[in-house]
């Protein structure tokens, strides 16, 4: 089943690549993956919401409203007994970091 998922998740991120509005139709659904407990597709599902923040060509003002998204996924995984989630998962958590610091700010400011 898991095999099927990523087949089809690769096949997303293909799609992301090529053009970047997609991100924010695409990222609930692999936020809802963080539940999964196969380790490949946790895996799969860190690398890319790294990737997501890591990307040049998606626009920062997108990044900035997807970030509060991923937070509570975020919490979950950081807490995965792999290496290579966690891993990620703190990656990931250091990129959305200036960002929703950005925002609680401007809205503190406003």
Known sequence: MAEA?????KQA???VLQDPSHYPAIL????????????PLRRWTTNFLTNTFA???LDAKVKEDLASTVVDA????VDDGD???VKSSV???SLIYPLLFRRMYISYMA
Not at 5 to 9: E, N, T, V
Not at 28 to 39: E, F, M, N, S
Request: hydrophobic share 45%.
């Open 5 to 9: 998922q990523l087949i089809k998740l």
């Open 13 to 15: 991120e293909t799609l």
């Open 28 to 39: 609930p659904a692999v936020i809802a993956l963080t539940a999964q407990t196969d380790r």
């Open 55 to 57: 990307s040049r060509s």
């Open 74 to 77: 975020l919490r979950r995984l």
């Open 83 to 85: 290496a290579g989630v």
């Open 91 to 93: 990656a990931c958590s």
